[in-house]
């Protein structure tokens, strides 16, 4: 089971991925001291966190806000027993699932819908409708970058 993070300066996203069955337990977008609290009570999950990096351009107060937070989750973590979560970088993640650099958001999505069952009804069937949902009914915005560092993961990284 991995627990990946996609950190915010003050929510973050969260998914909760059984690599075995390749399906989603749990996902959401919470406050980060709730998050302090769901990663301090990781069990036996292995951890895996997005990491900010810099690429020269100048960045913003909620930048440094986040890599805070980032680093407050690897503390508890650690402090709670358990192993020290990997940081996974965005660069990885449009690597992994895209094969380009110039990956943006939405090709990143779509490299994750491609690499799901398309059971659900609508025109994505990955996600579904209410009445058919799909496997990754209810994934939006920040919950599929965290998805992302969770596959690529998974897939790439995890021993």
Known sequence: MIFAIDPGNTES???EYDETSKTLVSFGKIHNYKMLN?????GHHQSAIE???SYGMPVGKDVFETCVWSGRFI?????????????IYRKEVKMHLCGSMRAKDSNIRQAILDLFDPSGGGKTPQVGTKKEPGPLFGVSKDVWAAL????TYAEKIKP
């Open 13 to 15: 996203a969260f998914v």
């Open 38 to 42: 769901m990663t301090r009570e990781l």
């Open 51 to 53: 990491m900010v990096a």
């Open 75 to 87: 503390q508890v973590a650690v402090d709670a027993g358990h192993k020290v979560p990997e940081l």
């Open 148 to 151: 992302g560092v969770a596959l």
